[in-house]
């Protein structure tokens, strides 16, 4: 039995399928066609991708033992201002793709969030200007320019609101392809 995703990855870029059957996974982008042995699969990685103040995305990377990867996303971009939300497929698929992985090769390694040497830094430097921020608006209440402060204010809520999940979801964490971590994967409906 097959399973098949598909999905366009950016607002200018035609489809790219995935046909999933037994060990093997083909990968069509239009223009090549590959196939990707699933015992060769050393690391699948799940992460949460920023969006719009509307959408999520969620990426999963999958790097071969050779040092070559792949990505899809739970997005299909349809213009430069559209975007379909993909859960049920996405989820379906992700699920599928794991379970046939783990099938291949048991040594395979699942992790979620982004690599420690990228989230650390991103954490700091989020942390950091949220910091900065609270010391402007201090500063600005300190010198009676109100409207000011409250405008930072109002900017540091909406940081917060932005980079908060992007730091707490993409925490780095292994995870067990039967317990995919559902912070990552879309909000079935």
């Known amino acids: ?6 999905h366009s990855p950016k607002p200018f870029s035609g489809p790219i399928s995935f ?7 083909t990968v ?9 042995q699933l015992g060769a699969v050393d690391t699948v990685r799940m992460t949460f991708e920023p969006g719009r103040l509307a959408q999520k995305s969620y990426r999963t990377k999958v790097t071969l033992k050779d040092g070559k990867s792949f990505t899809f996303n739970s997005l299909d971009w349809k213009s430069l ?6 859960t049920k497929e996405y989820r379906a698929f992700v699920k599928t793709l794991c379970e046939a992985i783990i099938q291949a090769n048991p040594e395979v390694r699942f ?3 982004k690599p420690m ?5 991103t954490s700091g430097l989020a942390i950091a200007s949220l910091l900065a921020m609270a010391y402007l608006v201090w500063q600005a209440f300190q010198m009676g320019a109100t409207p000011v402060a409250l405008l930072g204010i109002l900017l540091a809520i909406v940081g917060y609101w932005q980079i908060e999940p992007m730091i707490r979801l993409n925490k780095p964490r292994p995870f067990r392809s039967e317990a995919l971590p559902e912070e990552l994967l879309p909000k079935a409906s």
Do not use: C, N
């Not at 201002?81 to 993909?86: G, H, L, R, S, W």
């Open 1 to 6: 039995m097959s399973q098949t995703y598909s």
């Open 19 to 25: 046909t999933l059957k037994g060990s093997t996974l």
């Open 28 to 36: 069509d982008s239009g223009r090549k066609v590959h196939e990707v």
């Open 81 to 86: 201002v559209e975007a379909k939300e993909m």
């Open 111 to 113: 992790v979620a969030g």
């Open 117 to 121: 040497g990228l989230w650390l830094p």
